[in-house]
């Protein structure tokens, strides 16, 4: 039996980054950066450092609230 708590798939960064359609990319004026993705209605963001490493990868919600 499957369990109730989560059965929907979580994506991993490379499938987002793979499968993915690439939205855009914002840098701020301290040199952070934030690529945005949407896979199956779902954004994504990937933040960056002023120095290029890569600092976090999160789920922002679905597409239809996001980015409006």
């Known amino acids: ?39 199956d209605g779902i954004v994504f963001a990937e933040t960056c450092n002023a120095d290029g490493y890569r600092t976090g990868f999160r789920c922002l919600g679905k597409a239809s609230k996001v980015l409006k």
Do not use: P
């Not at 994506?11 to 499968?19: A, C, G, L, N, S």
């Open 1 to 39: 039996m499957k369990s109730a708590t989560n059965s929907k798939h979580q994506f991993t960064r490379d499938e987002v980054i793979e499968r993915g359609e690439y939205l855009g990319c914002t840098e701020y004026d301290s040199g952070c950066t934030e690529q945005r993705w949407v896979l």
